[in-house]
Every structure is written in C-alpha cells, then in structure tokens.
C-alpha cells in the first residue's frame, strides 16, 4: 500500500495558469509537508500544515496556496504559474510536530512550466 | 543553511561496506543526527536517526562521536541499488516545527 501518494506525476503547463497537486496519506500521521527540489537538485521546505492548521510558511510566494480538507490530505495550488516553479514538488507527512518525527515523503510531481 | 558538512561524492564497490561521514560540529544538546536518502527520480527515503548512542536497523548502522560533532552512516554491504544522494539532517527536538533542512548530500556511486 502506497503511504504518501501524489498526483500527478507530472504535470506540463502554460505560463499564467493555475494548476493543483494533490497529496494524500494513509500512516494516520498528524502532519504534512510540501517541499520543493529545484532543477539545481536542492530540496527545501515550503509549507507544514499540523492537523489542517498551517504551522510553517517559508517565505513562499503568496501565488501558492496549500489546503488541507483533512488531517489526510494537504493539496497545492499554484496561481500564475512561472517558469521559476518548474521544479518537482514532494509532499511527506510525520506522526507529530513539537518533537522529533520522521518524515515519509511522496513520490512527486514533476511540474514543467513552459 | 544546513548545519552539516558532507562529502560531495564517494564511490564503494558492490558487496563491500559503504562509509558516509558527516560533519555537524555545531550540534546542540538536544538535536538529533537523521539520515535519509534520494535514489534517482524518488522522494527522499528515511534511513535512520540517532541522538548519542549509535544505531543499527535492517537498512543500515549510524555511528555518532562521543562529542556527537560527526557521523558515520554504514550501509554494510552495499548494492548497485544504494546508489543515491544521501543526506545527513540535524534536527532539533521539542520546537513547535519539524522541518528538514537538506543540504547537498554524498552521491554514493555503487560500482559493480
């Protein structure tokens, strides 16, 4: 069973559209992460969202939006899209916040802005 | 900025242990030494943690200095299929977030 599932994988676009990536989680974890892995391979937090209440915002662009329906789901949608946000975009999830927990991560998506 | 100092590439034959240092000289008290690594294409993968005493689980073995001040990840023997950035990660403990800093990783390269 897949414990961290994205979708799409990939995902080809025009500049100025706005597009969604889904993350869902099956560990019963109580918080979920969206991390960026640019082209220069860096992997680097953006959001953490701790049963659906946001608790990491790191500096994103206020285009980005991350929702979370459910302590099982954080989705991301990009308005006006870039081509600086092609990148692959990989979602994970922990069992906690305040204290040490490892992270599960998705298979990601590759976003390709043209 | 990541707080650890990693080599930027190293290669080990197949079958043969697998050595990764890591340097984090600035780690406090109560921050842990995790490990995780990315093969090609894939999300990063959970290895293993540690605090102050070294550890062992059926992927690999962590061995931390008694200053804590470096690491050794020993993957035991290795395969062509551990080939893969792996990253070392401190990360505090008791904070009211839990966020990876990744810095640029080992690429360990497995030769047949």
């Known amino acids: 069973d897949t414990a961290v599932s994205q979708t799409p994988k990939y995902l080809v676009t025009q500049m100025g559209n706005d597009k969604s990536i889904k993350c869902e989680q099956n560990l019963g974890h109580d918080t979920m992460y969206w991390y960026k892995q640019d082209s220069k391979k860096f992997l680097k937090i953006m959001f953490s969202y701790n049963n659906k209440e946001l608790i990491i915002n790191e500096t994103v662009p206020n285009r980005f939006s991350p929702k979370s329906p459910d302590k099982a789901h954080l989705n991301l949608h990009i308005n006006s899209l870039e081509l600086g946000d092609s990148a692959v975009y990989f979602c994970?999830?922990?069992?906690?916040?305040?204290?040490?927990?490892?992270?599960?991560f998705g298979p990601g998506t590759r976003l390709t802005v043209l | 900025d990541a707080k650890t100092t990693q080599p930027p590439s190293m290669d080990c034959a197949e079958g043969r242990a697998a050595n990764l240092p890591c340097n984090h000289s600035t780690i406090s008290g109560n921050e842990y030494v995790y490990w995780y690594r990315q093969i090609h294409s894939q999300g990063p993968q959970y290895i293993i943690h540690g605090l102050k005493n070294n550890e062992t689980n059926e992927m690999a073995s962590l061995i931390i200095t008694e200053d804590r001040k470096s690491s050794t990840l020993i993957l035991p023997h290795a395969t062509l299929r551990d080939t893969a950035v792996y990253y070392c990660?401190?990360?505090?403990?008791?904070?009211?977030?839990?966020?990876?800093?990744f810095g640029t990783g080992t690429l360990l390269a497995v030769q047949p």
């Open positions: 990660i401190v990360t505090g403990y008791g904070g009211a977030t839990n966020k990876l800093i």
């Open positions: 994970a999830s922990s069992q906690g916040t305040s204290g040490v927990y490892t992270q599960y």
